[in-house]
């Protein structure tokens, strides 16, 4: 079935190169690190990737913003679906006039379902990247009229990714958090926060939404430094609490689907693919799963993973991860590769 669904892509994806048209009229992406695309630049947070060496082997070789050495998974759905070039941050110069018609970027590094891990590190929470989509949706409007602009919000890919920095970066590091609630708790916490998004982009017109699992954690190299007690290998406890939560986004997101009449929600499992490639990383082409390419590999992310960070490999595509908690653009691409079959579903 997975590949009579790829090959019917590649026939839609050549016939959106051959008539000079994406297959969706736009791109609308939430979320966190995994898929920001630089609105971080204009924030006053520690939280950036505007500065080698990200981005050293992006588009003419300069970081944007990031969290990556090249392209984002979600760069390459946008290049899958026919685009020619990508949905620009929303805080950017680039978001204004005809850029807005292949969508936005409204994702923002460290932020989650959780408002208040994006308030500890001054950035972006999905209340108010939905406040942007608002936004957008207006300057959309007076570019197009309100009828072509509702038509282009129905038609189109709505993309989020979030949670990670819920556990990673508050809860299992926050006593105020680990020692009020369980992991079952606080991820029941998240999944309303998720349930309100959905609702209320709903509202607002999307029709075609696309929510990725939580990755392996307790695979992340920063991940295994900081919480792996001295060991070399994946933080089980950690993995639990992200399989524990992809069963519940999934059985909400089924829910969601029940209850919202004409909504097409797909559950993008990014969790086994990404799990396959760190414990069988030569099957996949890489040589290095536990380090990632910039400096000691262990735990350098953002502002520590800088020009003068000591070690930094030559060829990131022979790592699995980036920095301490992002993947390269070689595994991004194997990610979003893989889940073109259950993506194809949301066209």
Known sequence: MAKNLTFLFIFLY???KTYGQPLVPALLIFGDSVVDA???????????????????????????GRFCNGKLASDFTAENLGFTSYPPAYLSKNATGKNLLIGANFASASSGYYDETAEIYNTIPLSKQVEHYKEYQKKLAALVGPANASSIVNGSIH????????????????????????????????????AVFVEE???????????????????????????????????????RAAASFNGKLNATSQRLQGK????????????QPLLDIVTKPTD??????RKACCGSGLVETSILCNGKSPGTCK????????????????????????LLPAGLSLL
Not at 284 to 289: L, Q, S
Not at 315 to 338: C, K, M, Q
């Open 14 to 16: 050549i016939v959106s």
């Open 159 to 194: 993309f989020l990714s979030a949670g990670s920095s819920d556990f990673v970066q508050n809860y299992y590091v926050n006593p105020l958090l680990y020692e009020k609630y369980s992991v079952d708790q606080f991820s029941d916490i998240l999944l309303e926060s998720y």
């Open 38 to 64: 630089g609105n971080n630049n204009y924030l006053e947070t520690i939280v950036k990737a505007n500065f080698p060496p990200y981005g050293r082997d992006f588009v003419d070789h300069k970081p944007t």
């Open 201 to 239: 982009v709903y509202g607002l017109g999307a029709r075609k939404i696309g929510v990725t699992t939580l990755p392996p954690l307790g695979c992340v190299p920063a991940v295994i430094t900081i919480f792996g007690e001295d060991r070399n290998d994946c933080v089980e406890k950690m993995n």
């Open 284 to 289: 996949y082409g890489f040589f290095e799963a």
């Open 260 to 271: 919202l009449s004409g909504l097409n929600l797909v559950v993008l499992d990014i969790y």
């Open 315 to 338: 060829n990131a595509t022979e790592y699995v991860f980036w920095d301490g908690f992002h993947p390269t653009e070689a595994a991004n691409r194997i990610l979003s590769d893989d």
